[in-house]
């Protein structure tokens, strides 16, 4: 069992890629309760929950909540030390139009990436055969990273971060405004930024991550 969550003092956590990546998950599927103490986790993916909660170390019960379309599963625990140190480093409550920078150590930096990819992310390939009939040579592999927030401040961030840290430089827009009057913006790599981003995101074979959607990349090099 992964054991990186050892609080020292109120606020206080050691940093590992560990809980980097459990924070990366948080940021996208989290929230914050305004009672000051419980962290929610959702997802629809099983894989998704069981690997927070292995990392986080937790012993509270997965929940289902099911409807016509899907099911999706949750996970809350409360911690008022963890829940004190998230705010400390840039969540808070209600957190999906305002959420802005996290404060997260550069080294742990990629962990934290791939939680992000994995919560709010995406990895998109297909075969570009626009100009084939031009030429059946102008066929193409395309690959794209996005990553999604409704929180424009976030996104810039998330940007510059990428940038500075990473070395990658990707495209900032705006969607259009939902059913509820919100914009999403997505911040999107092509082919060359996003192999270069995800090379660097699964540095090795034994990382937690959403193994549908590293498989999408590996099919893509591997082919």
């Not at 829940?83 to 139009?97: A, E, H």
């Not at 404060?103 to 992310?121: A, E, T, V």
């Not at 102008?138 to 976030?154: D, P, T, W």
């Not at 034994?206 to 090099?221: D, E, G, Q």
Request: net charge positive; proline share 2%.
């Amino acid at each position: 069992m992964i054991k990186d969550f050892k609080p020292k003092k109120v606020c206080a956590f050691n940093w590992s890629p560990n809980l980097a990546y459990a924070v990366g998950l948080i940021v996208t599927d989290g929230s914050l309760s305004k009672n000051k103490k419980c962290v929610t986790f959702t997802s629809k993916d099983i894989e998704q929950i069981s690997n927070i909660k292995i990392i986080l170390n937790m012993k509270a019960k997965i929940g289902i909540n099911k409807n016509k379309l899907s099911e999706v599963y949750r996970l809350q625990f409360s911690n008022k030390q963890f829940y004190d140190w998230l705010l400390s480093i840039g969540l808070t409550p209600n957190k999906s139009l305002t959420i802005s920078k996290i404060k997260i150590p550069n080294k742990y930096f990629i962990d934290f990436i791939r939680g992000h990819l994995d919560g709010d992310g995406s990895i998109t390939t297909y075969i570009d055969k626009y100009n084939a009939t031009k030429n059946e040579k102008y066929v193409y592999k395309r690959l794209f990273v996005r990553f999604i927030s409704a929180s424009q401040k976030h996104m810039f961030w998330l940007q510059q971060k990428l940038a500075r840290v990473i070395h990658v430089d990707g495209r900032l827009h705006q969607s259009k405004i939902n059913d509820v009057g919100n914009s999403m913006y997505i911040l999107k790599f092509g082919k060359k930024e996003s192999l270069k981003l995800l090379d660097k995101i699964y540095y090795n074979d034994n990382l937690p991550c959403l193994s549908r959607k590293r498989l999408v990349y590996t099919n893509f090099i591997d082919n």
